[in-house]
């Protein structure tokens, strides 16, 4: 396991999408980003530095596994996906994961 994917290990979810999210640190994960420019490609996840500290039940909506919660759009939900990536970024930074 990558030190980046470890770094999420008992971290908060960062992603905290409302209606999805368990709050819970037990659950959070590096949740890896969806798109082709993350490095993504047939059956390869997007590279470890594309991801956010998410809980497993905000990444089954990012991942599509489930439907975004009643109210909101995948769009709105891939946004907070980013968001939790820049919060993971910083946190990362604080933890001395990433310079």
Known sequence: MSK???SAR????????PGACKFLPEYT???H???NAGGKGRSLKSIDHCGAYCCTACDAVID???KPPEGMTYEQCLLA???GHMRTLVRMREKGVIK
């Open 10 to 17: 008992g971290e908060d979810c960062l992603v905290r999408i």
């Open 64 to 66: 599509r596994q489930v």
């Open 4 to 6: 980046l994917r470890e």
């Open 33 to 35: 980003y969806p798109g």
């Open 81 to 83: 996906w980013h968001e």
């Open 29 to 31: 994960i590096l949740s």
